[in-house]
Nanobody
Framework: VQLVESGGGSVQAGRSLSLSCAAS????????MGWFRQASGKEREGVAAIYTIGGGTVYADSVKGRFTISQDSAKNTVYLQMNSLKPQNTAMYYCATNKRPGAGALSVAGYNAWGQGTQVTVS
């Protein structure tokens, strides 16, 4: 399994960024894809997840209404559109897959395949 994130960068508060995660090396449409973030000195936390079959989504309360997760199954790619960014959204953002059956969609421990991450800095 290979996951490659892109799209991070530095933006001012209130602006938007779109992250992408390209997946390869496994059957994409059999699992859940999640976006997670880890700020400096803090634990990794779940941000949003999408079930690749059916497209059902889950969001952390802190990003509901501002972030949108979506997918392009033909490209094996998941996106995270982040609007109205805040300084507290500054973190390394990771995508993950291979969720363990029964694990919560935003559970860090529930996933065992991770990308390298892309940095998002909001000032």
């Amino acid at each position: 399994v290979q996951l490659v994130e892109s799209g991070g960068g530095s933006v001012q508060a209130g602006r938007s960024l779109s992250l992408s995660c390209a997946a390869s090396g496994y059957t994409y449409n059999t699992n859940c894809m999640g976006w997670f973030r880890q700020a400096s000195g803090k634990e990794r936390e779940g941000v949003a997840a999408i079930y690749t079959i059916g497209g059902g989504t889950v969001y952390a309360d802190s990003v509901k209404g501002r972030f949108t997760i979506s997918q392009d199954s033909a490209k094996n790619t998941v996106y995270l559109q982040m609007n109205s960014l805040k300084p507290q959204n500054t973190a390394m953002y990771y995508c993950a897959t291979n969720k363990r059956p029964g694990a919560g969609a935003l559970s860090v421990a529930g996933y065992n395949a991770w990308g390298q991450g892309t940095q998002v800095t909001v000032s």
